[in-house]
């Protein structure tokens, strides 16, 4: 394992990586963790910080091109900070239900399943994890 390959891509992704696993990490944190304390809001903020880094860095990673610059995978950049904000309101109107659900999706569509596609052969997190 050798995060090389990671810090000498361009400056977006090493930003969009470490942000992702900070949230990951931070996520997985706050699962676990009692809700509706204040440590949950602090981290909560955060978390919410941190997606919207990896929201925002993604738009400047174009490795795969399928349309332009784009591929499907930049529709979570949209996607993303929209869904933080219907958290976050959900949180701030005390409707647990919505809030719960919401940051679910986020952690598992935008964290987990595309996480899990960056270890695909040929990208750069395969190469940092497995080697060339």
Do not use: C, Y
Request: glycine share 8%.
């Amino acid at each position: 394992m050798s995060l090389k390959p990671l810090l000498d891509a361009a400056p977006a992704i090493p930003v969009h990586a470490f942000a992702a696993m900070a949230a990951f990490g931070l996520g997985v944190v706050q699962l676990a963790a009692p809700k509706g304390t204040l440590p949950h809001r602090t981290l909560g903020w955060i978390w919410v910080a941190l997606m919207a880094v990896v929201a925002i860095s993604s738009l400047w990673i174009h490795e795969i091109r399928l349309v332009g610059p784009w591929s499907p995978i930049h529709l979570l950049s949209i996607w993303v900070p929209a869904m933080l904000v219907v958290a976050v309101m959900a949180a701030r109107r005390h409707n647990v239900r919505r809030h719960k659900i919401t940051m679910l999706w986020l952690f598992g569509g935008a964290l987990i399943i595309a996480g899990l596609f960056t270890f695909m052969p040929g990208r750069i997190m395969h190469t940092v994890v497995f080697g060339s």
